[in-house]
């Protein structure tokens, strides 16, 4: 996030890491001018209902009490944002998915030619600090670039605003 020009999103499980190491980075890039969009999964659907499998889901990739993570983090996501000024929030947009993850990723400047991709796989029961990630480059593969930033993007389109999931 230090050398994005433009835009970044942020497709996490539970995004611990930006919750705890990066709030600080991002907010400073958005005085900046960067785009930040950040997406965690819900523990909730629409109806405010706890999702039927989302312990189970952290038990199989070492998140115990996954709800109640997810949770925590959501508030602290919330009240980080809300302290922030009108320029940083017009800059940050955060957003909760519905669907199982697959993968936590990071895409830099989607619309230029220098667009890359980390993706780092959620392995069955591997802690997060132990998961292999690797880089698509737009100007490696194209196709593959394109393929995975369009999955992506509708992943994000898909995402709930944060202020409209209660909690």
Not at 16 to 22: M, Q, S, Y
Not at 67 to 91: A, M, P, Y
């Amino acid at each position: 996030m230090e050398t994005g020009t433009t835009e970044a999103y942020v497709f996490g499980l539970q995004l611990g890491h930006v919750v705890h190491e990066l709030l600080p980075l991002i907010g400073r890039r958005a005085r900046e001018g960067y785009k930040v969009n950040l997406a965690l999964l819900s523990p909730f659907n629409l109806d405010g209902k706890k999702l039927s499998w989302i312990n189970e889901m952290g038990d199989v990739h070492n998140f115990p009490n996954l709800d109640r993570t997810l949770r925590v983090n959501i508030e602290r996501l919330r009240d980080w944002h809300s302290g922030l000024d009108e320029r940083q929030r017009k800059n940050i947009d955060i957003r909760l998915y519905l669907d199982i993850p697959t993968a936590s990723v990071v895409i830099f400047d989607p619309s230029k030619s220098t667009g890359c991709i980390q993706i780092e796989p959620i392995l069955h029961r591997l802690d997060p600090s132990q998961r292999p990630a690797f880089w698509v480059r737009r100007s490696d593969s194209q196709l593959l670039y394109t393929n995975v930033l369009a999955s992506y993007i509708d992943l994000w389109k898909g995402a709930v605003p944060l202020d409209k999931i209660p909690l």
